[in-house]
């Protein structure tokens, strides 16, 4: 089935600096991906997601492009702020059974220091 | 928003209790899952919905059960809690046409 590899963390960065969070995907087909983060005491929150490939998904300053050459997904952004610690996950449809389920990545912890 | 809440936010229960989590939607939306989030173990499916009275098993549902009798409301059951089951709990609901998930705040649950 579908499965995602995400860059393994934490990674820690200081204000204004350049972000990647390397991920890379194993899928049937061409499924949405996505990028949650959820940052200290809350829930998930959906930051972005492309439903093609070559699309570009952005949100916050937060850019990924769906790269189907080779199936990556990588999250970029070109100046982290503080308020941008937090937890980053990767995911994509795993599509099986009767709903339509997500499969995420193990999560990369990113804290960006003043 | 996406109209989720989930309660109680934190709870603390003894080993061989029942607890059951509760997950209400305010958007009528079909699909509901119910998510538990470890550390070294990310976040893992225990069981989802996709209708009144229909549920599935996910990736982790041994010592779990769930029940949806409305479309707005999806309780999570531990049967017999036990210290395993001391995790972070998160519902989400599925946008089926925008292939997107929306997540509830979390239960954060000790099991002593």
């Known amino acids: 089935g579908n499965s995602v590899t995400q860059m393994e963390g934490p990674v820690t960065l200081s204000e204004e600096a350049f972000l990647t969070i390397n991920c890379t995907y194993t899928?049937?087909?061409?499924?949405?991906l996505f990028w949650y983060v959820q940052y200290p005491g809350e829930g998930l929150q959906l930051l972005l997601k492309?439903?093609?490939?070559?699309d570009k998904g952005s949100n916050k300053g937060f850019e990924a492009t769906y790269r189907k050459e080779t199936t990556s997904f990588h999250l970029e952004k070109g100046s982290v702020q503080v308020s941008d610690s937090a937890v980053y996950f990767c995911?994509?449809?795993?599509?099986?059974?009767?709903?339509?389920?997500?499969?995420f990545g193990s999560g990369t912890q990113l804290t960006v220091l003043p | 928003d996406a109209g989720i809440t989930q309660s109680p936010r934190h709870k603390v229960t003894e080993t061989g209790t029942p607890v059951t989590l509760r997950c209400h939607q305010t958007?009528?939306?079909?699909?509901m899952y119910w998510y538990r989030q470890d550390p070294g173990h990310g976040l893992r499916l225990i069981h989802y919905?996709?209708?009144?009275?229909?549920?599935d098993k996910g990736e982790v549902s041994d010592g779990y059960s769930v029940s949806r009798s409305k479309t707005e409301d999806f309780l999570l059951t531990l049967e017999s809690a036990t210290s395993s089951q001391t995790s972070v709990y998160f519902c989400?609901?599925?946008?089926?046409?925008?292939?997107?998930?929306?997540f509830g705040p979390g239960t954060r649950l000790l099991v002593l």
């Open positions: 995911a994509l449809p795993v599509s099986s059974g009767s709903a339509r389920q997500l499969t």
């Open positions: 899928a049937t087909g061409y499924p949405s």
């Open positions: 492309a439903t093609k490939a070559d």
């Open positions: 958007e009528n939306h079909r699909y």
């Open positions: 919905s996709y209708g009144v009275k229909d549920t």
């Open positions: 989400a609901i599925g946008v089926a046409v925008q292939e997107t998930q929306y």
